[in-house]
């Protein structure tokens, strides 16, 4: 099943305690990733494509220990909830199984939305 048909769509939010900070969700689901970068655009990368911005930030998460808890059990509000450490406050967690919450700065959110990467795409 495709990333898209399976996940909703989540939209990125300011940070709550850094306006400069954005909130960004990403689902990783079967070898792709994808990041919701604006209402209505996001990309979908895999592990060759992923960009190094994106990669640096998974593998702190990753790196952090934490339980991880069925998609099912969680609500959207959830995605964008740091219930890991504050640690994770401006690098991001992991919500669920397959739901992630980035924080990235403006500027490469708005790198990733002018990314003309050929596997990235737009919906």
Same mark, same amino acid.
């Given at each position: 099943m !495709?990333?898209?048909?399976f996940?909703?769509?989540? *939209?990125p939010?300011?940070? !709550?305690?850094?306006?400069?900070?954005?909130?960004?969700?990403?689902i990783r689901?079967?070898?792709?990733?994808?990041?919701n970068?604006?209402?209505?655009?996001v990309?979908?990368?895999?592990?060759? *494509?992923?960009p190094?911005?994106?990669k640096?930030k998974?593998?702190?998460?990753?790196?952090? !220990?934490?339980?991880?808890?069925?998609?099912?059990?969680i609500?959207?509000?959830?995605?964008? *909830?740091?219930?890991?450490?504050?640690?994770?406050?401006?690098?991001?967690?992991?919500?669920s199984?397959?739901y992630?919450?980035?924080?990235?700065?403006?500027a *490469?959110v708005?790198?990733?939305?002018?990314?003309?990467?050929a596997?990235?795409?737009?919906?």
């Amino acid at each position: 099943m !495709p990333i898209n048909d399976f996940f909703p769509i989540l *939209t990125p939010v300011v940070h !709550p305690k850094n306006w400069d900070l954005i909130r960004v969700p990403l689902i990783r689901y079967e070898g792709e990733y994808k990041i919701n970068l604006d209402d209505r655009m996001v990309r979908i990368y895999n592990d060759k *494509t992923l960009p190094d911005a994106i990669k640096s930030k998974m593998a702190m998460i990753l790196a952090h !220990p934490h339980e991880v808890i069925h998609d099912n059990s969680i609500q959207r509000i959830d995605v964008y *909830t740091n219930k890991q450490s504050p640690e994770l406050d401006e690098i991001g967690w992991q919500s669920s199984e397959h739901y992630f919450c980035l924080v990235l700065d403006r500027a *490469t959110v708005n790198e990733l939305k002018g990314s003309h990467d050929a596997m990235a795409q737009e919906r």
